[in-house]
């Protein structure tokens, strides 16, 4: 995050709070179709055209602490097997043995010195060669260096581990394009994992992702915690290729500082930005990240079925070396939580409007142009010849979005 880039967005968050309308240009946003929130078929083609193609946040390395350490992770839809290696690497498999599809593991997280499937007793080691098997004798052929187990695609931001189920998408960190120079400041090879919870919620995943990449509904929901701090009217916006966004909102007051983080520990390199504004990155599709000097969480949104989904909340911190982790780390996490019941609270209701004949679609305004985006990108990864006319959306902000 160079000084010039921070200038800019200074710039133009004094720009936001004065405006009295739209930058001249800006185009009108059609409606977002209301279909597709609810049609069988679109969230079918997302599903594999987008859930089962993008990279998506899986584990921190404190999760797998030592070779041997694995995790069974399923949040695609599909088991795959995360393991630490002798060697320190970072891998994934389908949790699937190659000789008739039997599980590798059953439990949720582990350490073995390697793999033995439970149903005939193939052996595989900790970088998913198959090393053994029961009866060599009655296999004609068998070449055991063909049958390892199959690769999942998993690659770090830092201490950060992402998953992508297709073996032709680009690297991670080309990915994300801008995001990892402008994360830097957070010594990501050092953060410390500290907390994870997830929560329930009775709406499709888009319903509540929404309400994540915009700040218009502070003062509706958030009029006695959120905004009682922070400038809606200020947020500048900041639109990247592949669907990524950043969202900068100033404090009220100049200086103002989290009563909650008061004393805790922060990161050495962080910059003006994040140290006096609030940011809030989306690495597309699923992960929310409202970065702070002293930690952040990744709040990562899935969906669990056409009406309900699930949004997990990591917490990160600066290395605390060999000592435990702040306490006031619990303070700020229960704080936390009550906001986000504020962002939930509706979400079922909102759920029961999307699925009646009221809802037509979304209108947007300029505040909410994050939302206008991630749904552009959907429809660029699905392809428009996989999308019935009625559902798509009009490509509009070509000319907003920031190329390197």
Excluded at 49 to 59: N, T
Excluded at 64 to 91: A, C, N, Q, T, Y
Excluded at 148 to 156: K, Y
Excluded at 262 to 274: A, D, I, K, Q, Y
Aim: glycine letters at 8%; aromatic letters at 12%; one cysteine or more.
């Amino acid at each position: 995050m160079d000084a010039a880039f921070i200038d800019r967005v200074k710039s133009n968050v004094e720009y936001q709070r004065t405006r009295k309308s739209p930058p001249e240009g800006f185009p009108a946003f059609p409606p977002i179709p209301g279909g597709r929130y609810t049609d069988p078929e679109f969230l079918a083609v997302e599903e594999e055209r987008l859930w089962k193609r993008a990279w998506l946040y899986a584990c921190h390395v404190d999760e797998l602490p030592e070779p041997g350490s694995f995790m069974l992770w399923k949040k695609s839809g599909s088991p795959i097997l995360i393991v630490h290696g002798k060697d320190g690497e970072i891998r994934a498999f389908y949790n699937t043995c190659r000789h008739r599809g039997g599980p590798l593991v059953k439990e949720t997280t582990g350490t073995a010195r390697g793999f033995v499937c439970g149903y005939h007793g193939w052996t595989y080691d900790l970088e998913g060669n198959l090393v053994n098997l029961r009866d060599p004798r009655d296999f004609v052929d068998l070449d055991k260096s063909c049958h390892g187990l199959v690769t999942v695609r998993a690659e770090r931001l830092g201490n950060w581990v992402f998953i992508n189920e297709d073996p032709d998408a680009e690297p991670l960190l080309d990915h994300l394009g801008v995001i990892p120079e402008h994360l830097a400041q957070f010594d990501l090879d050092t953060t410390r994992h500290v907390h994870s919870k997830s929560y329930d919620v009775a709406c499709n995943v888009k319903v509540l992702l929404d309400a994540f990449l915009e700040v218009y509904h502070l003062k509706s929901i958030h009029k006695d915690t959120v905004d009682r701090f922070l400038d809606h009217r200020g947020t500048d916006i900041v639109l990247w290729p592949n669907g990524h966004s950043l969202m900068i909102t100033p404090n009220r007051r100049d200086g103002w500082v989290d009563p909650g983080t008061v004393g805790m520990p922060e990161f050495p390199s962080v910059t003006e930005l994040p140290a006096t504004y609030n940011l809030s990155y989306n690495m597309y599709p699923n992960l929310v990240t409202p970065v702070a000097p002293t930690g952040m969480p990744f709040l990562v949104f899935w969906p669990v079925s056409a009406n309900t989904m699930r949004i997990d909340c990591h917490w990160f911190a600066p290395d605390w070396g060999d000592g435990g982790r702040d306490p006031l780390w619990d303070t700020r996490i229960d704080n936390f939580e009550r906001i986000l019941f504020e962002d939930t609270q509706f979400a079922p209701q909102i759920q029961e409007s999307v699925e009646s004949p009221g809802f037509r679609g979304i209108s947007l305004n300029y505040q909410e142009r994050r939302i206008y985006h991630w749904h552009e990108e959907l429809d660029r990864r699905i392809g428009p010849d996989r999308i019935t006319p009625e559902y798509q959306v009009e490509q509009t902000l070509g000319d907003f979005v920031e190329r390197a």
